[in-house]
C-alpha cells in the first residue's frame, strides 16, 4: 500500500492522469492512495500569495519558504514521509531502478515547483530527494509528478493483472523489451515470426531473449556498457 501527496500551486494538472487504467485501478483495489494538495491553501495572506521576486533580482518568480514549511508540516503531521520529493531539473535522473525502489515505501511527498523554482532553504532543511524525468525544462513538476506517480504505481504487487509482467518491461534488466504481435498472423503480406505461432514456450522465450539483446545493441549499446 503507497500513499502520495503532491504538493502543487496547479492542481488541475493532475486532475486526469491518475483517474484511468492502470492508476485507476490500483486505487481502487486500495493499493494506491493520491492526494493532491493546493500550496495556496497555506498562502501567507489574503491575495493567496505562495511566491515572490527572486533576491537578487531576475525574471521569475521563486516559491516562498513560509508557505511551502507550513504546508510539509502539516502533511508530516498526518504520517511520516518515507521521502519528502522534490521535482526538478537538477535533481537525479529518473531510472526504472529508482521507481522499482519507490514503489517499495509506503508515503511519498511530491513537491512541485513553479516559475523559478522553490526557495534553496526548502530544498535543504525538508526535502530528502531530488528528482529530474530528463535533461529538458517542464513549465513545472506537476508532469514530472504524474509520469513518477504513473511508474511507481504499476510497479505496486498486485497492482497489474498479470503480476509478472512488469518483470518483462524495458530497462527491467537493462534490456529493451522484445517486439510484440498480436492477431491476425498476416496482416497485408506481413507475417508474425514463426517461432510465436507454435507455441513452444522454452523457445518463444530464448526468441525473446535474443531480439530483447538485438534491439538493445541497435538503439541503446549504452544499455549494454553499463553492466
Ligand atoms: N521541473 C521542470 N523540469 C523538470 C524536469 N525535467 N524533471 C523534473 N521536474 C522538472
Known sequence: MLHI????????????????????????????????HNLRQWAINKHMQVDDYAFGG???????CEPLANAIESLQETGAYDEIIYLTPDGKTFQQSMANRLSMLNRLLLICGHYKGIDERIRTQYVTLEISIGD????????????????IGRLIPGVLNDETSALFDSFQDNLLAPPVYTRPA????MQVPEILLQGDPKKVAEWRFEQSIQRTRERRPDLLEGE
Open 136 to 151: 529538458y525544462v517542464l513549465s513545472g513538476g506537476e508532469i514530472a509528478a504524474a509520469v513518477i506517480t504513473d511508474s
Open 58 to 64: 531576475g525574471a521569475g518568480m521563486v516559491l516562498m
Open 5 to 36: 501527496d503532491i504538493l502543487t500551486v496547479v492542481p488541475e494538472l493532475l486532475e486526469g492522469p491518475f483517474s484511468h487504467s492502470i492508476l485507476k485501478r490500483a486505487q481502487d483495489k486500495g493499493l494506491l492512495t493520491v492526494k493532491t
Open 186 to 189: 498476416d496482416f497485408r503480406g
